[in-house]
């Protein structure tokens, strides 16, 4: 049996009537040395179905799997499992209610044969309906800028899963999802991206649909927050196994200013200054090095955090005499509260904080992209 160039890899679960037009949309790629291996996690409409008939039809490319007992295992372990039965050079991800363009797998095999260096690219997702009608927006963003992509990744997400291609020996390398958390996809792109930095393609290579059952689409807040703070915790206890950047002190004491920050946000403010404790040890340089963390606090503009920041560090004259970290905290503690009452109850002139925030952006621009 030959081995195909790509394994389109698809996550099945209660979208039937999405399914045709997921299937036909990779079944009519232009590239045409590939396989596409669905798992199903135990869905409960009549998905199994719609997806034997196409796998009847094409026997030669497709494959169906489920779970041991059709048991619903979550998307880490069906991604994992599709992995696991996937023969492909490259690997690529699929929701089963996105739609990919008919050119996105010949495009994304001429970069990465063309650039043998790059270990995974991504790119941009166009929004559509549950009628498969375009919408305004997109997901995902070209972070190719940024002058350190890993730590971008920490404070947000700028990759769209469903546009990922990327080689099987780096996600050998790299290690299986891991199966404890929801928002896995992340948390795997910081291990991935810690050892090969990725590639961002121009131009949308699929249709993300937008409907009433999308996981992770107007998720409350807070639910929110918990994931990102497991991530960051799944990331930081790894950390000394996935070398790389990873593996630094600083990278490390940053994932815990991160997690200290979501905590608060959680309002469990207690936890939050254990983590920054623990941040300070990690990295004890952060002690004598004002501008990292000003950075930092500057990028997280939450006074919460920057007060919290401050009692553990005491009030040392050298970090006051500092110019760039004692701006990073005025913006934080007087601009910002000032910007949201400014349109209602002017209390600075408008030039005046346009002033200011201009300059507190100077401050922070080497730290990540804007």
């Known amino acids: 049996m030959n081995i195909p160039i790509v394994s389109v890899c698809v996550a099945s679960y209660n979208h039937a009537r999405f399914l045709p037009a997921m299937l036909d949309g990779i079944l009519g790629q ?69 739609v990919s363009y008919l050119d996105r797998l010949a495009r994304q095999v001429a970069f990465l044969e063309n650039h043998p260096d790059v270990g995974w690219l991504y790119g941009i997702a166009d929004f559509i309906d549950g009628n498969s009608r375009r919408l305004d927006g997109h997901q995902g963003e070209d972070a190719s800028s940024c002058l350190d992509l890993i730590e971008r990744l920490t404070w947000s997400n700028p990759i769209a899963s469903p546009t990922t291609m990327i080689r099987r020996e780096c996600m050998l390398l790299v290690g299986k999802w891991d199966e404890t958390l929801v928002c896995s996809d992340w948390e795997y792109w910081i291990r991935l991206a810690a050892r090969y930095p990725p590639v961002f393609l121009p131009g949308p290579v699929l249709q993300y649909r937008i409907h009433g059952s999308n996981s992770s689409v107007n998720m409350p807040k807070e639910r929110e927050l918990k994931y990102y703070l497991q991530c960051l915790a799944a990331v930081r206890k790894k950390a000394d196994f996935v070398g790389g950047r990873i593996n630094l002190p600083r990278f490390k004491a940053l994932l815990e200013f991160q997690q200290a920050k979501a905590l608060i946000l959680l309002g469990d403010l207690e936890s939050a200054d254990h983590m920054l404790d623990a941040m300070f040890r990690t990295d004890s340089s952060l002690r004598e090095d004002p501008k990292r963390l000003a950075q930092w606090l ?12 401050l009692r553990q560090l005491g009030m040392r004259s050298a970090w006051l005499a500092d110019k760039d970290f004692m701006s990073s905290l005025l913006y934080v503690l007087v601009y910002c509260p000032l910007r949201a009452h400014v349109k209602t109850s ?19 621009r080497g730290a990540l992209p804007q």
């Not at 990028?299 to 920057?306: E, F, V």
């Open 30 to 98: 232009t590239f045409r040395d590939f396989e596409i291996v669905v798992v199903d996690d135990g869905s409960t409409d009549h998905s199994m179905e719609v997806l034997q008939a196409y796998a009847k039809r094409n026997p030669e490319i497709m494959r169906v799997y489920t779970h041991p007992g059709g048991r619903n295992l979550g998307i880490s372990a069906t991604v994992n499992l599709g992995f696991e039965k996937s023969r492909g050079k490259y690997w690529c991800p699929h929701a089963s209610d996105d």
């Open 298 to 309: 500057y990028l997280a503009r939450d006074r919460r955090l920057s007060w919290a920041t």
């Open 346 to 364: 002017p209390i600075l002139p408008r030039s005046v904080m346009e002033m200011a925030r201009a300059h507190y952006s100077r401050i922070a």
